[in-house]
Each structure stands twice: as C-alpha cells, then as structure tokens.
C-alpha cells in the first residue's frame, strides 16, 4: 500500500472513530451532515451551525444555577399559580429567573394571531384525527426516538410514567385548545414551564449512570436537533397522515397548523433558523433529522409497554388489541416491530378497510350505507381514548425536577 492511500485509510479510521465517539456513527444517532438549509427557515437565515450541538444556553446556566442554590421546590411552588398567558409572574420568584420568563413569554414578532386561530378552528374540527394521531402515533413514535425514550426513561418522570403521560398530553390539548396563544390560554404558559424543565433535565441527566451509560457519547441531553425530531414527531408527521388520509385540508388550514408549531416551537427554546418555514422545508428537515434515528431501544420497548397498559386500564384491557392494532396501522410495521406493539391479525386487515371509509363518510365524501358497522365501534374506542388523553391532561401542573429517577 502506498504511503497515500495507508495516511488516507488511517485519517478516515480516525475520523469513523471519532464519529464514533461522539455518538454519530452508532446505529440509533447515524445521520448525515447537517445540510438543512437555513432559507428555508423562519428567520429566512442563518449560521448554518448542526443544531446536534446548539442546546439554549442561557436557560441551561439558568436552571443550573437554581438547581446548585436548591430553590426548585420554591419555585415549583410559587409557579403553580401561574396558569393564564396574560398573568403576571408570581410575586416571590428569584430575581434571575424573572428576568429570564417575561423575555421567554413573549410571542415571536412573526406570531400572527389570525393563523393561530384558523389552527385552533382546524384542531376543533379535525380533533378526532389530530388527537388519535398525537396519542396513538406521535406518542407511541417517540419510543422508538432512542434518544428521547431514554431521557424521558432515565429522568424522574420515567419512573411515573402515568403522571408524565398526562403532563405531556396536557401540551397536546393546550395546543388545540380554541384559546392556546390568546391572553386567556395557557400555551405560553406550558411552553415556557416545559422549556425550563427541559433546561433542568440538561443539568441532571449527565449525572444519571443509566443515561450516560446509553447515551451514544451525547454529554448534554435534548439538543436543539433532538428537539426537532419530536418536533417533527408530532407536527409533519401529524399533517403527512392526514394528508394520507385524505382527509381535506385547506391550504389556509395547512398554513395555521405549521404556523402554532413554529410559535411553539420558538416558545420552547428553537431558534428561528433551525423552525421551518413551509411544509415542504420541514419535510426535508424530518427526511434528514427524523427519519434515521429511529430505532429499537430497551428503554423504548419498556415505555411503550406502560403507555399501552395505560390505556388498558381504561376498560379492562378490551381495547388493547385494537389501539395497538390502530397504531401498527398509523405508524407502520416497521416502526411497531420496533416498539414491539403486537401483530393483531384480526384488528389490522379491519382497520385498513374502515378506516379509510369511515374517514371518508365523516367528510362527507361517500354515503353512510358504504360505511361497516365495524367501524363505529373502532370510532368508539377511538374516541373515548382520545377524550381521555386529552381530559387527563387538564388539572396537572408541570414541575421543574431537581433529581433523576432512581436507581
Ligand atoms: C418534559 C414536551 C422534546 C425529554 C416535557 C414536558 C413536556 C414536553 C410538555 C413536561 C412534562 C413532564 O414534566 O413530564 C416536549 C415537546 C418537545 C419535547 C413539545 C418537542 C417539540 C423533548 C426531547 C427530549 C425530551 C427532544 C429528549 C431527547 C423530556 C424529558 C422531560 C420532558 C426528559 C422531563 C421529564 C421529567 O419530569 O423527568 N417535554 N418535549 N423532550 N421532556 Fe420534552
């Protein structure tokens, strides 16, 4: 071998190892370079920098700092007041992190009222769908999203993951909800709470063994890249089922559903360069960010396991076969045998026959006649699962957590 081609081998080892090390070459965090092209962004600009290595910084020092001084319970405490988006911050909060909240709960200037309420409008009407979609597909995705089921696995949520279920549907039902961005809503109220527990999670999760031993080499949890696959999760691949569904979307409707995830998006922490700007952007970011990280984990497997008892709680396991049936259906087979949702095959061959039609009719595109009487009582079900997720979400209060789950 010539002395070319061996330095050549050897500097490309060299850069596969280091990959390697940081995580990017493990099969659940493989992807490419980061190429997503910042016009295509809300802020119509930008460094161009791998939000794999943007985190937020300032509410990550923040929380830091509020974590090292024990005020958590504190503040947990005196921000369980705070509910409405135009109430004032509870008198009481340490100075740094006031500051901190009233520029967090401020709308971005592109915020633009109309489309948030044509988004609410569409969530009201389309609710059936969008509900069904978030809970039995965006939800149960996000175990298959490795690195998401692990922090969510090994934070101190995960060891209550009914609570958690009911704190992350309330974000779900705040962001359909009629009034989410108005004053009287509470979207900006879950959204900047979630931010700083997000921060929080930042400063705690390098301190869990269980976490650092499964990371992939990630040294800091929910990246700005991180935070864009379940972005995209929920939002692109909400709008692409429905989509495929045939259910009709009007561009106008199209536009305020992606417009209420850029403003969340921005209330959660993104920066505008890295929030699409149309669908079309968002789709090649999802191609680029979601799509090869998903994966099977140990810790995914055990969540969807609970989410799914969960749901059997509700009336003795009768439906159980049916929601996982439905969201094989929704999310694929690939993802369901990642996951481990079971082969259900008398629910399946059913579901791919009504739902279509029981879309249809619903949309007043074909006559009820065509319509199997199956199909009702999967609407049913359907239904009452999604009241339920939504419902639960209702009275909780999100906290900041000031410790991991325990070993
Ligand atoms: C907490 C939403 C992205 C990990 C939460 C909560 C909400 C939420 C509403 C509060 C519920 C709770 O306290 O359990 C979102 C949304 C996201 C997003 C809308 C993106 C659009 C992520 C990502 C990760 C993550 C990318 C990890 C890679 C966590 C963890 C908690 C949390 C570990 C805390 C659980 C605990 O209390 O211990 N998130 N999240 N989230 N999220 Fe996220």
């Known amino acids: 071998m010539d002395e070319l081609s061996r330095r050549k081998m050897l500097l490309t080892g060299g850069a596969l190892g280091a990959l390697g090390a940081l995580g990017l070459a493990s099969p659940a965090g493989a992807r490419s370079a980061w190429n997503w092209a910042a016009s295509g962004s809300v802020a119509g600009s930008g460094a161009g920098t791998d939000p794999q290595w943007v985190w937020d910084d300032e509410a990550d020092q923040l929380l830091g700092a509020i974590l090292r001084r024990g005020d958590v ?12 988006n135009d ?12 500051q901190f909240m009233d520029k967090a709960r401020r709308l971005p200037p592109w915020a633009d009222q109309k ?33 998401e089921a692990r922090a969510v696995y090994y934070s101190k949520g995960g060891a209550d993951m009914k609570d958690r279920i009911a704190k992350t549907a309330k974000l779900g039902y705040d962001v359909g909800d009629l009034d989410a961005f108005q004053p009287q809503g509470s979207m900006i109220v879950t959204a900047v709470r979630t931010r700083l527990v997000h921060a929080a999670v930042r400063n705690l999760l390098p ?15 929910i990246s700005q890249a991180d935070v864009m696959v379940t972005w ?44 699409p700007a149309t669908w079309e952007a968002a789709d090649a970011q ?53 996951i481990g949702l079971s082969r259900e095959p008398f629910w399946q061959p059913l579901i791919s026959t009504a739902w ?16 199997p009487e199956a199909a009702w009582a999967m609407e049913e079900a359907i239904r009452k699962f999604v009241l339920l997720f ?17 070993h």
């Open 115 to 147: 489309k948030l309420d044509t988004a609410a409008l569409f969530n009201k009407t389309k609710g059936i769908y969008v509900g069904a979609l978030y809970g039995l597909g965006s939800g149960l995705m996000s175990t298959a999203i490795p690195r």
């Open 87 to 98: 109430q004032p911050l509870p008198a009481g909060l340490p100075q740094d992190l006031r």
């Open 73 to 84: 319970p504190k503040v947990n405490e005196l921000l369980r007041t705070w509910t409405r």
């Open 390 to 406: 939504l419902s639960e979400g209702r009275p909780i209060h999100l906290e900041i957590p000031d410790t991991n789950r325990p």
């Open 232 to 275: 995209h999760s929920l939002a692109t691949f909400v709008m692409r089922k429905l989509n495929d569904w045939k259910v009709p979307v009007s561009r106008a409707e199209s536009d305020a559903y992606l417009h209420v995830w850029q403003v969340t998006a921005h209330m959660l922490g993104v920066r505008d360069e890295y929030i």
């Open 356 to 371: 279509p039609l029981l879309v249809a009719f619903r949309e007043k595109l074909i006559p009820l006649p065509l319509v």
């Open 286 to 338: 999802s191609r680029q960010l979601l799509d090869p990280v998903l994966g099977r984990t140990d810790e995914g497997v055990k969540l969807t396991e609970v989410l799914l008892d969960i749901v059997a709680e509700l009336d003795a396991g009768v439906t159980r076969p049916l929601v996982s049936a439905f969201s094989r259906y929704t999310l694929g087979d690939r993802i369901g045998d990642m």
């Open 207 to 221: 301190k869990s063994p269980g976490w650092t031993d499964t990371s992939g080499g990630q040294k800091i949890p």
